[in-house]
């Protein structure tokens, strides 16, 4: 299976200290607020989302072998998997401003932590936790995966090429076959229909069914059109250049044994950094209080 380096995307966090980083979600909030009408800057919503597909090897730092979240091109997407916590009804300030295209109008911040607890831990950490790979402050939201993909079709190719599943021939990308995270069919630059990944795409599983939860067979031939990443009440989740910060080696963690629930809620967890300065409240329940 292909893996692929986190990237390290945080120039404007000059340490590892939990104080810096919550000076620094504060800044991307008041940004964004800045950027945007009828934009508040509390509540301060979050969601923490520990990814199974990461985790964290010496030689390579924190890796990931999935589709979710995507983080190339230097844009953040997390349109695929942990469909019960992207449920819209859980979002409902969240409003469409332009046709397919929703913006949040309170923050919401997306926690993307290394799932897989077999991994490798750093020398100088003295056991293995869930490391944190990623901070995103969600810019946009889509219900369908043809919104994404007209979105995705107006940025550049390095930022559309590895996510799009569903191209064949040369227009086709073996990162994006595997895990990429558009299920839009594109034809001559624009948005045909909505498909299904390829049989060797990661949320596809051995016995030929889709591993998160359809349960229709996905056919050999690609005309299987229904997947549950395309479900249009999953909202698909995307932050745009300068909102998101990341880690390509640990540096911040949630206590051992966190374990939020499928909606990603992860309510009274403690986050440490790797300095292990810890914060005394919640990690979600008063994001602007803490990381």
């Known amino acids: 299976m292909s893996r692929r380096e986190i990237p390290s995307n945080n120039p404007n966090l000059d340490s ?5 980083l919550r000076k620094q979600l504060n800044k991307l909030i008041k940004s964004l607020g800045k950027n945007r009408d009828n934009f508040k800057s509390e509540p301060v ?4 989302y520990p990814a199974d597909s990461i985790d964290y090897t010496e030689q390579s730092g924190l890796t990931q072998t999935g589709s979710s979240p995507s983080y190339w091109g230097g844009l953040w997407s997390l349109t695929c998997c942990k469909h019960d916590m992207r449920q819209e009804h859980f979002f409902d300030y969240f409003e469409e401003r332009e046709a397919g295209v929703l913006r949040p109008t309170e923050p919401l911040f997306i926690f ?12 100088w950490a003295d056991t293995k936790r869930r490391w944190l790979s990623s901070v995103a402050l969600v810019t946009h939201a889509f219900r369908g995966m043809d919104d994404y993909g007209e979105f995705l079709l107006d940025r550049r190719e390095e930022i559309w090429r590895p996510r799009i599943s569903t191209q064949s021939g040369e227009k086709s990308n073996k990162w994006a076959i595997e895990h990429g995270d558009c299920h839009a069919i594109i034809g001559d630059n624009e948005v045909e ?9 990661d949320h596809v599983s051995t016995s030929g069914t889709s591993s998160c939860g359809c349960s229709e067979t996905i056919d050999p031939d690609h005309d299987h059109t229904y ?7 999953s909202l698909k989740f995307v932050s745009t250049p300068g909102y998101w910060i990341s880690w390509s080696e640990p540096e911040f963690y949630w206590t051992v044994g966190n374990s939020p629930d499928i909606y990603g809620g992860g309510q009274d ?12 409240t919640t990690v979600l329940s008063q994001l602007k209080g803490v990381v």
């Not at 919503?45 to 923490?48: A, E, L, N, T």
């Not at 993307?112 to 020398?123: E, H, N, V």
């Not at 229909?193 to 795409?201: A, I, T």
């Open 269 to 280: 967890k403690l986050a440490y950094s790797r300095g292990k300065n810890l914060e005394t």
């Open 227 to 233: 997947h549950d990443d395309n479900d249009p009440s």
């Open 16 to 20: 590892i200290e939990v104080q810096e």
């Open 45 to 48: 919503h979050g969601r923490i």
């Open 112 to 123: 993307t932590c290394a799932g897989k607890m077999g991994s490798d831990r750093p020398k």
């Open 193 to 201: 229909e909505v498909g299904s990944p390829f049989p060797d795409h």
